[in-house]
């Protein structure tokens, strides 16, 4: 991931050059602006809208209104929490708790070393598991508060997914 001051201005005007004759093309350059940063920094944001003579709060509305669009850092890690209602049911009020405590970040942030970005999601299609979290593409099931640390711990060692 780079930094928002060290951003890549060729990789823009490259994405610009690929999308300009297109019409109705600012999501496509909003993808692959995301792939190549991570995110989405401002001031490649900035960028583009000069670019494409619009106002920059244009292209905001359309990056804050389409959830795949991420306008912070995000860790190398996702965890997504189940808030389904068997989650609910079962508790995942608890891991969630137990996963704030850890990561020492709210719901919606991420980690200070970009280890982790923690979201809390509307399901993820695994009832009979419930509560569920998954990290990365990795699903944990039938989870328990204190079975949180140790697979946190699994990710920091570099032993989980994609390590």
């Known amino acids: 991931m780079k930094a928002e001051n060290d951003l890549n201005y060729a990789a823009i005007d490259n994405i610009y050059d690929t999308w300009k004759s297109q019409k109705g093309a600012l999501i496509p350059m909003l993808q692959e602006m995301q792939e190549e940063f991570g995110y989405l920094p401002r001031t490649a944001l900035e960028y583009l809208a000069k670019k494409l003579h619009q106002p920059i709060s244009q292209i905001y509305g359309v990056c804050t209104f389409y959830s795949q669009f991420h306008l912070k850092p995000r860790g190398k890690h996702i965890i997504r929490v189940c808030q389904g209602t068997a989650c609910h049911v079962r508790g995942i009020a608890?891991?969630?708790?137990?996963?704030?405590?850890?990561?020492?970040?709210?719901?919606?942030?991420?980690?200070?070393?970009?280890?982790?970005?923690?979201?809390?999601?509307?399901?993820?299609?695994?009832?009979?598991?419930?509560?569920?979290?998954?990290?990365?593409?990795?699903?944990?099931?039938?989870?328990?508060?204190?079975?949180?640390?140790?697979?946190?711990?699994?990710?920091?060692?570099?032993?989980?997914?994609d390590s």
């Not at 020492?104 to 809390?120: A, M, N, Q």
């Open 94 to 161: 608890k891991i969630a708790t137990a996963l704030e405590e850890e990561l020492e970040v709210p719901v919606g942030d991420t980690t200070e070393d970009l280890l982790f970005t923690y979201e809390s999601v509307a399901c993820v299609g695994c009832c009979g598991l419930a509560p569920v979290m998954m990290i990365d593409d990795v699903t944990y099931g039938r989870l328990n508060a204190a079975a949180v640390p140790d697979i946190l711990k699994k990710y920091e060692g570099g032993e989980g997914n």
